[in-house]
């Protein structure tokens, strides 16, 4: 006798659909922490000044260690005296759409309370924690 199990596939836009965070963090300067869930982790960058809501503004975002996925929903102090140390408040959150994926570029569209639509992260420096975050004219 032979078992034979059905694995469900997901769809393919739910296979794309993962969440993003905003953390709003005021540490040593004032920054905002962009993260995605991808490749099992949260992939994070500091913004130095508030996320882009509107087209036509571009930010630098500076790619930092990835975090775990459990830093998703934090928020409250980080001692002083430890890495990070200050108030870390959740700015935005949502979901996300992968549109494509190479090492100097990814396009996504955003599905949060603040940041809704298509954006990009560019790499854009020689540096290669250096990139760019803007919402698109069609996003």
Known sequence: MSVTTLE?????DEELLRRFVVQEHHATNLH?????E???V?????VPK???TRSGLRRL?????DHQ?????????????????GTVKIWDRGTYSLESRKPEKMVFELRGGKMKGRYVLLH???????????????G
């Open 42 to 46: 949260l992939k994070s960058w500091a």
């Open 69 to 85: 996925l459990d830093y998703f929903d934090f928020e409250g102090v980080i001692p002083e005296g430890e890495y990070g140390a």
């Open 61 to 65: 975002a500076v790619q930092v260690e």
């Open 124 to 138: 854009f420096t020689d540096k290669p924690e250096n990139w760019l975050l803007f919402k698109t004219k069609t």
């Open 38 to 40: 991808m490749d099992g």
């Open 50 to 52: 508030e996320p882009p």
């Open 32 to 36: 905002w922490d962009f993260r995605l």
């Open 8 to 12: 469900r596939k997901p769809e393919k």
